[in-house]
């Protein structure tokens, strides 16, 4: 098993930037396709963004592409969300998740693919 520890979380205005991070310990981060999801209150968890095995290949939410960015070191055994031009609607706990059972090259953007979570950080943004 893998265990994740996200950072990164905090209150930012309109427009402004975060970058989180999603550090893995206990298995090799290269062996897992990564995902991030955000849970705003009263809603369902929902897909942000996702990274294969390699991070060759990367998927986005609508709502999100072109503003969020994900990455990852797998010697540092870190995946990471860079968050730009950020929106009160981006409000959320975000979660990074890890899936062992990958295709190289592939993206999984259901939460139900994802054995292993984080506990989450929460991201605030004010208009």
């Known amino acids: 098993q893998v265990q994740l520890v996200e950072s990164g979380g905090g209150l930012v205005q309109a427009g402004g930037s975060l970058r989180l991070s999603c550090a893995a310990s206990?298995?090799?981060?290269?062996?897992?396709?990564m995902g991030w999801f955000r849970q705003a209150p009263g809603k369902e968890r929902e897909f942000v963004a996702a990274?294969?095995?390699?991070?060759?290949?990367?998927e986005y939410a609508d709502s999100v592409k072109g503003r969020f960015t994900v990455s990852r070191d797998n010697a540092k055994k870190t995946v990471y969300l860079q968050m730009n031009s950020l929106k009160p609607e981006d409000t959320a706990v975000y979660y990074c998740?890890?899936?062992?059972?990958?295709?190289?090259?592939?993206?999984?953007?259901?939460?139900?693919?994802?054995?292993?979570w984080g506990q989450g950080t929460q991201v605030t943004v004010s208009s």
């Open positions: 998740a890890a899936r062992l059972t990958a295709y190289r090259g592939r993206t999984y953007s259901i939460h139900e693919d994802y054995v292993n």
């Open positions: 206990g298995r090799t981060l290269s062996n897992y396709a």
């Open positions: 990274i294969s095995l390699s991070g060759g290949s990367t």
